[in-house]
């Protein structure tokens, strides 16, 4: 049962292909936890929640000052860079107005107070996220208490997530961010180019006992909270008033909620 | 049998080197991209995907479309493609090769790509995409190949290599179904939001692939002994093909049209206003579009009537339907889907210069390739016919 150097090549070549076939399915469908594996010892005074989710009062956001100061502080936190041309920009919280934040309710009709109203927009960090789904590399996960966070080490780039996102809360390193940071803050790490990046609820913060700084620095404008304990300040909010969302219809399910009723009851 | 690519005519090397200078500046210019990050692109936050993703979309269906003689010849004992289907196996090989490095240069951390093995994501149709990219490739390596070879020793092909060509018939149809997956399931972008997008994809692949390959036979038939349609109609048949399937397109087109416009929902007409009329005063892909569509439709016109049979209106012919399927599907689809952006704002998209020439240097790349297995085909049968 001798066999030639042909017919040896030919299995040898085959029992190869077969262990590398095999291989690939076992590691490619074993389950990887990979929101798990993101998580860290959690600290006594570290902030838990079934769902974090935020409330943005309409009647707290008067001036450019109330505005400016929330992003000024989400920014500087997160050393998100200032690039001067807008094709390479990047931001984690940001404000528009009532018809492109709620864009396709186009009503001539409404008086010029909610019109020009500054509405904050961020990342929703939706409960059914379709950027998560997209990812094909699980560099963007959902953690258990419902926040959409970013791995930026595993991040390839694709900006398929930007695709997915229907809200346009995420931004691309087009450039090295590194020389357009004003200050660098030793609070939270920089990025490299090429990977995508968004709010994340200052995940760090909350670890570490503390409210996001959006939130610290809005004077009540920005309520933020677990919308699973009925007894938070943001689920009141949620159930008793009339609050909208952000394309609601798409399903996403978004955590961010507006407060349009001045605070009054609608 | 590669040896056959290391002899040739002097037209040839000056050919071969000609394709190496233009991949040597592509090769350069995405030096410049790799060390200065996707800025260098006229990609931005508000339009994220551009040239490069277009050409992918693009060459899936170049590659797909080599089912179109695989399927009649195989499937239906379609002799007059018996010369014709090595060369639309060994169009395919280079046009994924190109889709996959249209990928890579479109990454931002292109290091890091074996993430997507080590990391995989079943819940990302990005994945699939992979798998039946590399498997496409794979099995034209080997159909291809194996044919070309026993045709090369004047044996049939080995029995085993038969399963492998029926499975590459819904496999082909796989890659451009998933390829059109990637944007049909998307949330608010609503020009990709179509049930209809993987069915257009397949009709635009089918149009243009075969158009490309007919133009190829004409150029092999010009400059070898080789004639991959002595006198058997080959090429009219496919020309019937490309005809039915650049008809198809359009109507699935206008499909699209009606339901946006009949509607009148403005999320849905949005991006195909910007596109056809241009939206809020902004224009740049109006004219590219209106040419687009009136090559389509004569294309189409030259192909139906008896132009058809006269080489230079049948060349002009393909050369719009070519055309019109790469500026809707290589262009304005993908930069145009995100056009207004989730704010209803438009922000418009233009190439740059880098960009372009390093989507040339990966289109030389292709080129090389098609020269090189082409190449090695023609040798084959001109030793044969000799």
């Given amino acids: 049962m001798s066999i030639n150097r042909r017919q040896f090549l030919r299995r040898a070549g085959m029992i190869t292909a077969l262990g590398l076939g095999s291989s690939f399915v076992i590691s490619g469908f074993r389950k990887k936890e990979v929101a798990v594996a993101a998580e860290f010892a959690t600290t006594p005074k570290g902030l838990q929640a079934k769902r974090w989710a935020m409330v943005v009062d309409m009647s707290k956001f008067k001036t450019e000052a109330d505005i400016n100061g929330v992003i000024e502080a989400c920014h500087k936190l997160h050393n998100v860079p200032k690039f001067p041309n807008t094709k390479d920009e990047i931001k984690w919280i940001w404000e528009d107005d009532y018809h492109h934040t709620f864009a396709g309710g186009h009503n001539e009709y409404l008086d010029d107070h909610v019109l020009h109203s500054p509405f904050m927009v961020l990342c929703n960090h939706c409960e059914n996220p379709p950027c998560v789904k997209a990812c094909p590399t699980q560099a963007t996960f959902q953690r258990p208490d419902g926040i959409v966070s970013m791995d930026y080490h595993r991040c390839i780039g694709c900006r398929f997530c930007m695709g997915a996102c229907p809200f346009g809360a995420r931004s691309f390193n087009f450039r090295d961010p590194r020389p357009f940071i004003e200050e660098v803050s030793a609070e939270y790490p920089t990025r490299t180019p090429g990977v995508v990046e968004k709010c994340n609820f200052c995940y760090e913060r909350l670890a570490d006992g503390l409210m996001p700084a959006c939130v610290e620095k809005s004077n009540g404008g920005l309520i933020f909270g677990d919308l699973d304990d009925p007894d938070s300040e943001v689920r009141k909010i949620v159930s008793t008033k009339f609050t909208i969302r952000r394309k609601p219809e798409l399903g996403t399910q978004p955590s961010v909620y507006y407060l349009v009723g001045g605070g009054e009851d609608a | ?386």
């Fill in chain 2, 1 to 386: 049998m590669l040896e056959k690519a290391l002899s040739g005519s002097k037209r040839y090397w000056i050919w071969v080197t000609l394709l190496l200078a233009v991949i040597a500046v592509g090769l350069f210019a995405y030096m410049n991209q790799f060390n200065n990050g996707l800025g260098v692109t006229g990609m931005s936050r508000d339009v994220s995907w551009g040239l490069y993703i277009a050409q992918f979309t693009f060459l899936v269906g170049v590659a797909a479309s080599a089912v179109m003689l695989v399927l009649p010849y195989y499937l239906h004992d379609f002799k007059k493609f018996g010369k014709m289907v090595i060369l639309g196996e060994f169009l395919a090989i280079p046009a994924v090769i190109m889709c996959i490095l249209f990928i890579f240069v479109d990454l931002g951390q292109p290091m890091r790509i074996m993430n997507v093995i080590l990391h995989p994501s079943p819940r990302s149709v990005m994945f699939y995409d992979m798998i039946v990219l590399c498997g496409y490739l794979l099995i034209n390596l080997v159909v291809g190949w194996t044919t070309l070879g026993a045709e090369r020793k004047g044996t049939p092909s080995p029995k085993w290599v038969k399963p492998i060509i029926y499975l590459s018939i819904p496999w082909a149809v796989s890659i451009h179904t998933v390829t059109a997956f990637l944007y049909a399931g998307l949330p608010g972008r609503h020009l990709w939001l179509s049930a209809i997008m993987a069915a257009r994809f397949l009709a635009s692949a089918f149009a243009a692939g075969p158009a490309i390959l007919i133009l190829l036979c004409f150029i092999v038939k010009r400059v070898s002994k080789f004639d991959p349609d002595p006198g058997v109609g080959a090429i009219q048949s496919l020309v019937k093909i490309v005809r039915y399937a650049m008809i198809a397109n359009v109507f699935f087109y206008i499909l699209e049209l009606f339901t946006a416009f009949y509607s009148n929902i403005p999320e849905y007409s949005a991006p195909l206003r910007y596109i056809f009329f241009g939206l809020d005063g902004h224009t740049s892909l109006v004219p590219i579009m209106w040419t687009a569509t009136a090559l389509a439709f004569l294309g189409i016109a030259l192909l139906v009537f008896p132009t058809r049979k006269n080489g230079a209106a049948l060349t002009i012919g393909l050369l719009s339907i070519i055309t019109a399927n790469w500026i809707d599907k290589g262009m304005i689809l993908i930069v145009a889907g995100f056009v207004p952006n989730s704010f209803e704002r438009v922000i418009e998209y233009a190439p740059t210069l880098n960009e372009i020439l390093v989507t040339l240097g990966v289109y030389a790349i292709g080129a090389l390739l098609i020269t090189i297995l082409y190449k090695v085909a023609i040798s084959v049968r001109e030793e044969k016919a000799s």
